[in-house]
């Protein structure tokens, strides 16, 4: 087999090709705009993907919390009422408000654990820590 410039050439683009993409996208992190907040897994998880999203959402505040208030979540199913909820944890869960004030350390860090029913809708959270860091710089 003869190897040519024009192969190596092809091997190394498709190479950080891949590398730039596995980097850019990151199932476990979600960014927010409005208002400016990351939430992050700390490690995948065996929940779908909706309901990591919906657990995000929940805790960016972008909809309204069935975390914190149990009446907005959907009911229970008929096993859970009998034998209770099979309780799975997402382990760590970060929430980064940023630009939270205006001086540094501007962003506020949450760290939540955060455990749902595999079967339902129910899920609860805990806030474990609360800190700031420095991460946006002063406007």
């Known amino acids: 087999m003869r190897i040519t410039k024009f192969t190596v050439l092809s091997f190394l683009i498709c190479?950080?090709?891949?590398?730039?993409?596995?980097?850019e996208f990151n199932?476990?992190?979600?960014?927010?705009?409005?208002?400016?907040?990351?939430?992050e897994f700390s490690e995948p998880l065996s929940m779908s993907l909706?309901?990591?999203q919906s657990i995000a959402d929940q805790l960016a505040g972008v909809i309204p919390n069935s975390?914190?208030?149990?009446?907005?979540?959907?009911?229970?199913?008929?096993?859970c009422s009998i034998f209770g909820?099979?309780?799975?944890?997402?382990?760590?869960?970060?929430?980064?408000?940023?630009k939270a004030k205006t001086y540094n350390p501007r962003c506020l860090k949450d760290v939540y654990h955060v455990v749902y029913c595999t079967r339902c809708d129910y899920a609860m959270e805990e806030l474990y820590d609360s800190f700031y860091v420095?991460?946006?710089?002063?406007?």
Do not use: M
Not at 134 to 139: R, V
């Open 15 to 23: 190479f950080f090709t891949l590398c730039v993409y596995a980097d």
């Open 27 to 39: 199932p476990l992190v979600y960014h927010y705009n409005n208002p400016e907040v990351t939430v």
């Open 50 to 52: 909706e309901r990591q």
């Open 67 to 79: 975390l914190i208030d149990p009446s907005i979540s959907d009911p229970e199913n008929i096993i």
């Open 85 to 98: 909820h099979n309780l799975a944890p997402t382990g760590t869960v970060t929430v980064t408000h940023h």
């Open 134 to 139: 420095f991460c946006c710089p002063e406007d």
